[in-house]
């Protein structure tokens, strides 16, 4: 079996404590002076538990999360109806992935605590990104660094846009 390693990921996962306040919880509905500055927050979709956003550190173009609005650790402690919320928007992401970015695969899942990979432990959140054969590249594995052909802004429009066209 041969092993990948990625330590890039784990300067992150260990400092991501130590921001003060919750990323996410700034984001939310209440934080009231960031309703009118999602699209600079990269905020993709508001719902009425949950919401959309760009993920600040990519694995590949495309990557978002889908987020609760309630503070939570555990995916056992959220109420059924923001879980029902996250996989619906969930499945609209991975319909949009699709269609943008033309995925071999789609990765969807979640890591739930420090010891899981979490990078932000308190708050419970799905990763939704579009994936492709051999797409961990040399400059990944051995120079630590990504290679994304799309700025996030980018990312964050195209995403954003066809969401709205799937509600129309």
């Known amino acids: 079996m041969d092993h990948i390693f ?7 996962i260990t400092t991501a ?3 003060p306040g919750c990323i996410f919880c ?5 934080a009231k002076a960031n309703l009118d500055q999602d ?17 600040a550190y990519p694995y590949t173009s495309g990557h978002v999360m889908v987020v609760p609005y309630a503070h939570l650790d555990r995916l056992d402690l959220l109420p059924a109806e923001a879980a029902a919320e996250m996989i619906a928007l969930a499945q609209r992401v991975e319909s949009v ?24 432990a308190g708050h419970i959140h799905m990763h939704v990104l579009p994936r492709w054969v051999a797409d961990a590249n040399f400059m990944s594995v051995i120079g630590e ?5 799309e700025a ?7 995403i954003r846009q066809a969401l709205r066209a799937q509600e129309k």
Request: one cysteine or more.
């Open 6 to 12: 990625t330590p890039w990921r784990y300067a992150y």
């Open 39 to 55: 699209e600079r927050n990269m905020v993709l979709h508001r719902g009425r538990h949950c919401f959309i956003i760009v993920n």
């Open 145 to 149: 660094t990504r290679v994304l052909p």
């Open 97 to 120: 992935m699709r269609e943008l970015y033309r995925p071999d695969g789609i990765n969807l899942g979640m890591n739930i605590g420090k010891a899981a990979g979490a990078g932000v």
């Open 26 to 30: 700034d984001r939310a509905p209440s």
């Open 152 to 158: 996030l802004e980018v990312t964050a429009q195209r």
């Open 17 to 19: 404590d130590h921001t």
